[in-house]
């Protein structure tokens, strides 16, 4: 049994654990033993057939769960396992990713309907048979069905963090092999869009030279954490995770690698704009290199830098090659200055324990002096949002009174490196009303306004609400303007121009939630946003401090909508530069 089927077993048994409600500690010692074994370069099999003790010196394998691969390796199957899959069955582990499924309704849908999977489930919606459930009446049925819809739709795609860490898992195997320099990710991962189809890794080094890259085409194809081996070339190797992520793997010469990465990275229609206008010059532009015409000398390969420059452009970052007019700015030298995460000086949309977040506000301000910031806003829940313990008006003025206290305990402690501002995310709710009193409001230097309820409003209802939430003269940034979440809930009907518009013309700023979940505003949207002079800030909506961590994928999409830190708010130095750029506070 080799370690993929292995690391299967142990991802199934953590699945059928999540069906059957069980303790989110044991669910996720499963799941982290699932990814050691798939990390493991040697057979785990052979390593139990030697000692099996062994695999405790894997990081994440303790002695019950060797014993489970032990038992595993020896009869093929865990016994664990064997037990739950008498209750229920692997299919069903796709029903909780339709929304509003968890493990007691996917559990209730098999002992009431014999349900498992997402066809019979379908059928069953379509059927009217949830009717008869408690808690699943037609309108669950009919957003199920949605849901159905919208999974299959998205299920061949990939979010961008997820397949990121992929990419830097096979990565960091694939340099192990000796002679191997760098593995670079190409395709839409490297352009930063949302989500990837694909990932597509370039690799060189001595190893990947013509005469030796067999050996490493040997080595990749034969990584431990391969599922199915789709293809193998004399310099390719194709094949899916676990997970269903192709991977397409390329091994090349150091010197036409530039010539490789600019191809692969695309987009196609940027790389088909390029090549005509190779032609126009007596060049022409391939995988290989950028040759002459009439004598197929080579005029640049290596780096990615002299072809555009071969090209008479300025280099062009990956993010804004999707032919959008990146080729004629580049050509007229007049590509922006594209902001970058060390432009980001502070950070406006938190959380913590006083609503859904994790930590303290302390916490929270400490983790962001540590990345650098040198401000951020505490922006808890309202009351509307009940099931976060939302804050209501004598919380909401209790909490601005303690970060208050804490923002002066820091300036002592850390001689005013970090300053906290009082804030708060409020609910637009259904009729465009903001859910706190504005004396409330009014202690707030930073009011966030998001729709976080009634989603499934028409396009004109929706656009009135928030129109009207942005003439309350407190609110100072528009949170979530769509509501989406990547690959999982789409966005609700809005008219964005009117908002934006709107907003520009209130001096609101709207918020680029940097969640690579979230994403909203999208590329296209911020670019507008930008065109109509609207304030820009991004935010992370941390619910924790690692989640500070997110505004990378932010920027990246900053960066795609063609912005410079001049078009960000939160890139002034200080947070009284800020306060004054946003909409001024109603006296
Ligand atoms: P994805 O995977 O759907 O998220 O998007 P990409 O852009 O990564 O597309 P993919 O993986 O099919 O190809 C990666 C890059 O390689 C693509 O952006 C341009 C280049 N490329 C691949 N195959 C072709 C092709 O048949 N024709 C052209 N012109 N370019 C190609
Ligand atoms: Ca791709
Ligand atoms: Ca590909
Ligand atoms: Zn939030």
């Given amino acids: 049994m080799d370690n993929i089927a292995i690391a299967r077993l142990l991802d199934e048994t953590a699945a059928l654990l999540e069906i059957d409600a069980a303790d989110p500690f044991r669910i996720r010692s499963y799941r982290r033993a699932a990814e ?61 990713r339709l929304p509003g499924m968890g493990p007691k309704s996917v559990a209730l849908l098999w002992s009431a309907l014999g349900v498992a999977d997402l066809d019979s489930l379908e059928v069953a919606a379509r059927e009217g048979k949830l009717a008869s459930l408690p808690r699943m009446g037609e309108k669950f049925a009919a957003k199920l069905l949605k849901g159905i819809e919208d999974y299959r739709k998205n299920s061949s795609r990939f979010r961008i963090d997820r397949a990121g860490e992929q990419a830097e898992r096979i990565a960091a195997l694939i340099r192990e092999f000796p002679g191997i320099e760098e593995v670079t990710p190409a395709g839409s991962l490297r352009r930063g869009r949302e989500t990837v189809g694909d990932l597509d890794l370039l690799v060189t080094g001595p190893a990947c030279e013509h005469d030796r890259v067999a050996a490493a085409v040997e080595f990749v194809a034969s990584l431990p954490l391969i599922d199915k081996l789709l293809a193998r070339g004399q310099n390719k190797v194709s094949f899916t995770l676990r997970n269903n992520l192709q991977v397409d793997v390329r091994l090349l010469p150091r010197a036409s690698y530039g010539a490789a990465l600019q191809y692969f990275t695309g987009s196609k229609h940027h790389n088909v704009s390029l090549r005509q206008r190779a032609i126009k010059r007596g060049l022409t532009l391939s995988e290989y290199a950028l040759l002459r015409l009439e004598d197929n000398a080579i005029v640049a390969a290596a780096s990615e830098e002299e072809i555009y420059r071969a090209l008479d452009l300025d280099y062009i970052p990956p993010e804004l090659r ?76 209790e909490h601005v009174r303690r970060i208050r ?17 009082p804030g708060i995310e409020v609910d637009i709710l259904a009729d465009g009303a903001i859910d706190l009193e504005d004396s409330t409001l009014a202690q707030m230097d930073i009011v966030i306004a998001s729709v976080h309820s009634a989603f499934a409003q028409p396009l004109e209802e929706m656009t009135a609400r928030v129109l009207r939430a942005l003439e309350n003269p407190h609110v100072r940034i528009l949170g979530h303007p769509t509501g989406r979440k990547v690959l999982s809930r789409e966005p609700y009907a809005i008219d964005m121009e009117r908002v934006l518009r709107r907003a520009s013309e209130l001096g609101v700023a709207v918020e680029h939630n940097a969640s690579p979940a979230r994403a909203d505003l999208s590329d296209i949207h911020l670019r507008r946003a930008r065109e109509l002079g609207c304030g820009i800030v991004v935010n992370t909506d941390a619910h924790s401090t690692e989640e500070l961590d997110l505004m990378r994928f932010g920027i990246t999409q900053l960066r795609r909508a063609w912005l410079s830190a001049a078009d960000v708010l939160n890139t002034l130095p200080s947070a009284d530069a800020l306060l004054d750029r946003l909409r001024p506070k109603p006296r």
């Fill in 36 to 96: 050691a074994v798939e990390q493991q370069t040697t057979s785990l099999a052979s390593l139990v057939a030697e000692d099996p003790k062994q695999l405790l010196a894997i990081t994440g394998i303790g002695k019950g769960m060797a014993a489970n691969i032990a038992s595993i390796v020896e009869s093929g199957t865990l016994p664990l396992r064997t037990e739950l899959l008498q209750k229920y069955k692997p299919s069903m582990l796709e029903l909780l």
């Fill in 322 to 397: 999707e032919n959008c007019g990146e080729i004629e700015a580049a050509a007229a030298k007049s590509l922006p200055q594209l902001i970058t995460r060390a432009d980001i000086r502070g950070d406006l949309h938190m959380h913590t324990d006083a609503t859904d977040g994790r930590d303290t506000i302390r916490q929270m301000a400490e983790a962001a002096l540590q990345r650098g910031l040198s401000y951020i806003a505490i922006t808890d829940h309202s009351k509307n949002l009940a099931m976060t313990n939302g804050l209501d008006d004598a919380r909401a003025l």
């Fill in 405 to 421: 206290e804490v923002d002066s305990e820091l300036r002592r402690d850390y001689g005013g490196r970090i300053r906290i501002l």
